[in-house]
């Protein structure tokens, strides 16, 4: 099995910065894409940033210039810095894999991590 754990949320002031990760685990042969959504109350999951194996990154304009996405692949682990925080970035912010080829096993998977809380102060 697969498993995506997130670390590096918490409670920040507005301005501030956080640094997120996602560690990919298990029986993991190679993971096309990776990225973060968040999930605000009340609003649907919405698309943070994504990165391919190759480096290349699509960002959301609401947080373009402010948060930046990297990846190790050796390591299956994603980044998520963010910086000059606002309040209206305040969500649950979730780990995605897309793409997981498993040793041993065919087929593409895709996988969620639990999910870790950000939240900005004003």
């Given amino acids: 099995q697969v498993q995506l754990v997130e670390s590096g949320g918490g409670l920040v002031q ?3 910065s956080l ?4 560690a990919a685990s298990g029986s993991i042969s190679s993971i096309n894409d990776m990225g973060w959504y968040r999930q605000a ?3 649907q999951r919405e ?3 994504r990165i391919t194996r190759s480096g290349s990154t699509n960002i959301a304009d609401s947080v373009k210039g402010r948060f930046t996405i990297s990846r190790d692949n050796a390591k299956n682990t994603v980044y998520l810095q963010m910086n000059s925080l606002k309040p209206e970035d305040t969500a649950v912010y979730y780990c995605n894999a897309e793409g997981v080829l ?3 096993v065919l087929g593409w998977y895709d996988y969620w991590g639990q999910g870790t809380q950000v939240t900005v102060s004003s």
Avoid: H, W
């Fill in 14 to 16: 507005a301005g501030g």
């Fill in 19 to 22: 640094r997120l990760s996602c």
């Fill in 41 to 43: 109350p009340g609003k």
């Fill in 47 to 49: 698309l943070v940033a």
């Fill in 102 to 104: 498993r040793i041993g």
